[in-house]
């Protein structure tokens, strides 16, 4: 069960290290030619090199790598047949073959697989960025169209408002220039009507005074009439005395002057000294 390029098969854990005696792990130390060593921790039942599981030796050189290779077509071939001791540490040589490469380009096949995984992983990440940037735009135009969706509606229930309040403001305006210029034509007519009122009470006083003043006259006329009369009594009284003195009998008394007869409201005498005829 080889590992494979680009996440393969999980690798299984390592056996735990084996223990002796309540002592500290034994190991062996591993050499690769030419420079590539790694631990291998001693099982147990290896009592010779033939022992271990080509897969463990794979598991274990592939600690060395930060990426996971397709080991499955290499091999560990140990130089020599040397035993497994009792010795705390043991150091074993390989070499690392491959059935499709010759002895001297292994290395470079390895090396070609280590940039294969890196390529892979880095593409990987990459396909993952890439689908994670792709999940957030959509996202983003998710929260976008919403966003857009809500600002159309409140821009649409702000206009709407507005032009109720632009309505509202112009109606009010317009009775303010109906208020305003019924204010003036009430200034002028309250002007006008002052005027009238000033004028009604000039001639009010006028009047009043052309009345006092023919109250006055009609006083005195009055009076000049009573007193008029009064002396036409008195005369009519004297006339009557004049008819009783006369022995013949009652002989009209008849004015002498035009003056007196005037005074007495009558008219004049003729030439012939006769009143003219009544109507």
């Not at 294969?116 to 593409?123: G, I, N, R």
């Not at 821009?155 to 112009?170: F, P, Q, V």
């Not at 005074?209 to 009439?225: F, H, N, P, Q």
């Not at 008029?228 to 003195?245: C, D, F, L, T, V």
């Amino acid at each position: 069960s080889g590992h494979r390029l680009g996440g393969g098969a999980a690798s299984t854990p390592p056996t735990p290290p084996a223990r002796v005696a309540g002592g500290p792990p034994r190991f062996l130390e591993c050499l690769v030619t030419p420079k590539l060593t790694f631990s291998l921790v001693r099982q147990p039942h290896w009592g010779s090199v033939h022992d271990i599981d080509q897969d463990v030796l794979r598991k274990a050189f592939l600690s060395r790598f930060p990426v996971v290779i397709d080991m499955a077509p290499f091999r560990f071939d140990c130089v020599g047949n040397p035993r497994l001791g009792d010795a705390q540490h043991c150091k074993l040589v390989f070499k690392i073959r491959a059935d499709d490469a010759d002895e001297e380009r292994v290395l470079l096949k390895i090396l070609c697989e280590v940039e294969k995984s890196y390529e892979a992983k880095y593409k990987k990440q990459l396909e993952e960025a890439r689908t994670e940037m792709l999940s957030n735009s959509m996202t983003f135009q998710v929260m976008a169209t919403e966003i857009r969706e809500r600002q159309t509606s409140t821009s649409a229930k702000y206009d709407k408002e507005i032009r109720k309040l632009n309505d509202h403001l112009g109606h009010n305006q317009k009775r303010l220039f109906l208020l305003e210029q019924e204010k003036h034509l009430g200034e002028g007519e309250n002007e006008r009507l002052k005027s009238e009122v000033a004028n009604l009470n000039s001639e009010n006083r006028t009047l009043r005074k052309r009345v006092d003043t023919i109250e006055g006259e009609l006083s005195t006329l009055k009076a000049w009439v009573e007193s008029q009369q009064e002396k036409e009594r008195r005369r009519e009284a004297e006339a009557s005395g004049e008819y009783e003195e006369e022995e013949d009998g009652p002989v009209p008394l008849t004015m002498g002057s035009d003056e007196q007869r005037r005074m007495a409201g009558l008219e004049p005498l003729d030439k012939r000294g006769a009143a003219p005829p009544a109507g």
